[in-house]
């Protein structure tokens, strides 16, 4: 076992459920395709990252999806709401698990690169937290080398304020943190539009 974990959260690739904003301009079934597109980026740059990893999905375990094989072990996410689904996670990681230091992104990313997740976990080195801030003003990634679990709580998940409330919070804990660069999620039209020539190639 690597002391390192990198979790991913999915959505379960199903039509009408997922890029739910995206598919308002592009339809539900090239929204999720377009879901698939970023499915395949994601994995494609976390197999290169020398960390356990495990895919977690939203609401059932796929056996034989894009995620089937070694590399990956397979979970689902408990929660309520995002902030309790990651915060379970990271209790998981770190406290039962015994890992030094655990990584989560979501799937939605089209600019993240292995690199930059081999940044994320050599950050853990040094500080407690990193956090990958998105154009949205959420984030695309958060680690911890130890539990802060109200980092989570209290969080109006899904708007501009995610970020910004979660910097709060590790602040208030007196935590160490290093942000990463800035990137953009695939959430609407225009946001697709900028990265469609490279992920159609990928």
């Not at 539900?28 to 395949?40: C, F, G, Q, T, V």
């Not at 015994?98 to 080195?125: H, M, P, Q, R, Y």
Request: glycine share 6%; charged share 30%.
């Amino acid at each position: 076992m690597s002391s390192s974990k990198l979790i991913v959260f999915v959505r379960n690739p199903i039509a009408g459920k997922v890029k739910t904003r995206l598919a308002k301009a592009v339809g539900d079934n090239e929204a999720l395709n377009i879901y698939r597109m970023l499915l395949r980026h994601t994995k494609n740059h976390v197999l290169n990252v020398n960390a356990d990893k495990e895919v977690s999905y939203s609401e059932k375990v796929e056996p034989e999806d894009e995620w089937a094989g070694s590399s990956f072990t397979k979970s689902i996410q408990k929660g309520q709401d995002l902030g309790e689904r990651m915060k379970n996670a990271f209790r998981t990681g770190l406290t039962l698990e015994g890992f030094g230091k655990v990584v989560l992104i979501g799937s939605d990313c089209a600019e993240l690169t292995d690199t930059i997740l081999e940044e994320a976990f050599d950050i853990l080195n040094n500080k407690d937290v990193v956090i990958g801030p998105a154009v949205d003003g959420g984030y695309y990634l958060i680690g911890m080398r130890k539990f802060f679990p109200e980092v989570f709580d209290k969080i109006n998940w899904s708007t501009s304020r995610v970020f910004d409330q979660t910097i709060q919070r590790i602040n208030k804990y007196g935590a160490s943190y290093k942000t990463l660069e800035l990137l953009r999620d695939v959430d609407e039209l225009e946001d697709w539009e900028r990265v469609r020539s490279e992920l159609e190639r990928s």
